[in-house]
């Protein structure tokens, strides 16, 4: 790549207060991911109480846009590598939207899951987007902290809007209410994305559109960085997308190592911030308490991620997620085991939470890192397309133990086993970092 590729005058110069704009906008994005997804746990104690719904049943609703954002992150997800990062999230941003608002008028649980699976739908498509544009738009020595922080924004989502849920429920007793917030939330970031999010240069670059050239411009005199007289040459001749690109020589293991990693992690990870709300109510709490240890949770989520991507400017990023998964599946399994206080529940639940989630953003910036930029958004769908399969399981498989009378202290055991697997996934991926320009 020549020295005048504006993706190699990227990865080398120090960032633009712009492009930290664009990465700040993609990290609050993923906050809007985590009290999207987080809303129906919010919410599940009330759904619960007024349908009467029993916990297998409860478990399959609350994995219902789980499963949609695997198949999100594989159709959109791809789509972002067709059409760009841009028009894929603001997309994904109105079904988000349209999805939380008909939740709220859902009279019954199959038609509440339906609208849980739609939603789940653009979740899915831009989580795979904005870790493409966070991974295009930072500097080659800020990249996996940028990439952490963006994961960051799920706990940080979580917190906020968990909060906000918490307040929303004690005050009106409606369930209802936490996706009708989380409709306008939603609907406030199109704008947003439409003002201050460019579609990135190494897409641009790649697929080569109508006006390529003055978009890129447009974009590298916005940094403070001097336009081109002309495009440079391509690296590659663009190629007709398809799945079997990731599964050629060379990339097969590292695809299928990196889904079960991140398949298996996400299976504990959705156990315990799906499952805390209706454990903890089921203890005699009310829902509003029972919403404070997720809030909990979700503290140490970011922190987690705070403290992985401050770790990563000085250690690799593998071993930093291989460590945290190790200590993620310890804390879960200890979650179950005789617990009983908010004080003691939200203590462990923050613990677990930190561990969990700094593995989850650190597997992000793996992800990002292990496909080039023709693929990326495709190979990042890919990966947590399926591994969301895993997501969905979790709270599944958890739902249907507690109904056959399993008891907790062995449901948070078997759940944590996920994490640990996920573990000795990702220690055995022959890993090396692609240049991302």
């Not at 966070?134 to 809007?161: F, K, T």
Request: aromatic letters at 8%; charged letters at 10%; hydrophobic letters at 55%.
């Amino acid at each position: 790549m020549s020295e005048l590729d504006p993706r190699a005058i990227i990865a080398r110069e120090p960032m633009h207060f712009r492009q930290v704009i664009a990465i700040g906008i993609a990290t609050a994005l993923n906050a809007l991911d985590g009290f999207d997804v987080l809303s129906i746990s919010f919410a599940a104690p009330g759904i619960a109480r007024d349908w009467g719904i029993d916990r297998a049943a409860l478990g399959l609703v609350l994995s219902m846009e789980l499963i949609g954002m695997g198949i999100g992150a594989l159709i959109l997800g791809a789509m972002a590598d067709r059409i760009g990062r841009r028009p894929t999230i603001l997309s994904c941003l109105v079904i988000m939207a349209a999805g939380m608002f008909l939740a709220s008028t859902a009279q019954n649980v199959t038609i509440l899951s339906a609208y849980r699976l739609f939603t789940g739908l653009g979740i899915g498509g831009m989580l795979a987007a904005t870790n493409a544009i966070v991974a295009e738009c930072s500097n080659a020595r800020r990249r996996n902290l940028a990439v952490a922080i963006m994961a960051g924004g799920y706990p940080v989502g979580a917190i906020i809007g968990g909060s906000i849920a918490s307040l929303l429920l004690a005050s009106t007793g409606r369930w209802q209410t936490v996706f009708e917030f989380g409709a306008i939330l939603t609907a406030c970031f199109i704008p947003i994305v439409l003002w201050l999010v460019p579609e990135t240069i190494a897409f641009l670059l790649h697929k080569r559109p109508a006006g390529a050239l003055e978009k890129i411009n447009r974009t590298m005199v916005r940094q403070g960085r001097a336009p081109l007289d002309a495009l440079p040459p391509r690296d590659e001749a663009p190629q007709r997308f398809s799945f079997g690109q990731f599964f050629a020589p060379g990339l097969a293991s590292v695809t299928l190592l990196l889904i079960l990693a991140y398949f298996a992690h996400m299976m504990t990870f959705y156990f315990l911030v799906k499952w805390i709300p209706k454990i903890v109510t089921d203890m005699g709490y009310p829902p509003a308490l029972a919403g404070s240890v997720l809030v909990w949770a979700n503290v140490g989520s970011a922190t987690g991620c705070l403290v992985l991507s401050l770790m990563t400017q000085k250690v690799g990023v593998r071993p930093l997620v291989i460590g945290a998964m190790i200590c993620g599946a310890v804390a879960v399994a200890v979650f179950g085991q005789g617990f009983s206080t908010l004080a003691s529940l939200g203590v462990i639940a923050c613990i677990g939470g930190f561990f969990t989630n700094a593995a989850t953003a650190g597997l992000y910036a793996v992800i990002a890192q292990s496909f080039p930029a023709a693929l990326r958004a495709g190979g990042t769908g890919l990966v947590i397309g399926v591994g969301r399969a895993g997501a969905a399981l979790g709270p599944i498989v958890a739902g249907l133990l507690f109904a056959s009378g399993t008891p907790l202290s062995l449901v948070a055991l078997l759940m944590a086993s996920g994490t640990l697997v996920g573990g000795i996934a990702l220690a055995l991926v022959r890993y090396r970092e692609n240049a991302i320009a």
